[in-house]
Structure formats: structure tokens, C-alpha cells
Nanobody, 120 residues
Framework: QVQLVESGGGSVQAGGSLRLSCVAS?????MAWFRQVPGTDREGVAV????????YYSNSVKGRFTISQDNAKKTGYLQMNSLKPEDTAMYYC????????????????WGQGTQVTVSS
């Protein structure tokens, strides 16, 4: 059982920045950030693998978002810069296992989500 707690969401104007944090109760194989707008599927935006630190980004956030992890603190981060109104969503962190990447169904453990709202 892995418990995940996100924080750091809020409201910002377009062009602004936010940093999301996700604290895990145990070390994780990988950590991902997903986002979801009501009525749509959950979208993966960034993934980091704990061993080696490899990172992956969706095309929609590449160059603007940075995922990182402090393994000692069992905490993952999502630094979001140059935010756009279309980034508005509930953001979730998830603990991955071998084979997890972009498919939300491959992630067993999820945080409760943190809302990000970007105004124009």
C-alpha cells in the first residue's frame, strides 16, 4: 500500500509558475503526474523513474514543466512554468510499477489531487 499526498496547487495568471509536491509513504519505482478536466480522461504529463532518474513528458508540457524527485524525502515535484489556461485541471500524482508510463490504468496508487487554475 502506497499513500500519496499532493500539495502546491492554486490559481495563477497565464505565464506564471507553480510547483506541485507529492509525498509518498514508501519509495516508489516511478512517479507520474496526471491531470484531468471534468468529463475527460486522465492525461499523463510527466513521469520519472527513481532508478536512473529518467524523465518523460507529454508534448503538451515539454519545455515548460520539469519533474524531479528527492528519493531521500520520498517526494516528487512538478515545476510548472509558462502556465497556460489550458493547463487548468486537477493534478494527480501516481506511484508506478514496471511497465507503467502513460496509461493511467497501469498505476495502482493515486493521490487525492490538487487543483491548478490558470486564468488568461
Amino acid at each position: 500500500q502506497v499513500q500519496l499526498v499532493e500539495s502546491g496547487g492554486g490559481s495563477v495568471q497565464a505565464g506564471g509558475s507553480l510547483r506541485l509536491s507529492c509525498v509518498a509513504s514508501t519509495p516508489t519505482y516511478s512517479m507520474a503526474w496526471f491531470r484531468q478536466v471534468p468529463g475527460t480522461d486522465r492525461e499523463g504529463v510527466a513521469v520519472i523513474y527513481s532508478l536512473g532518474g529518467n524523465t518523460y513528458y507529454s508534448n503538451s508540457v515539454k519545455g515548460r514543466f520539469t519533474i524531479s524527485q528527492d528519493n531521500a524525502k520520498k517526494t516528487g515535484y512538478l515545476q510548472m512554468n509558462s502556465l497556460k489556461p489550458e493547463d487548468t485541471a486537477m493534478y494527480y500524482c501516481a506511484a508506478g510499477s514496471p511497465g507503467s508510463l502513460w496509461a493511467a490504468s497501469t498505476y495502482k496508487y493515486w493521490g487525492q489531487g490538487t487543483q491548478v487554475t490558470v486564468s488568461s
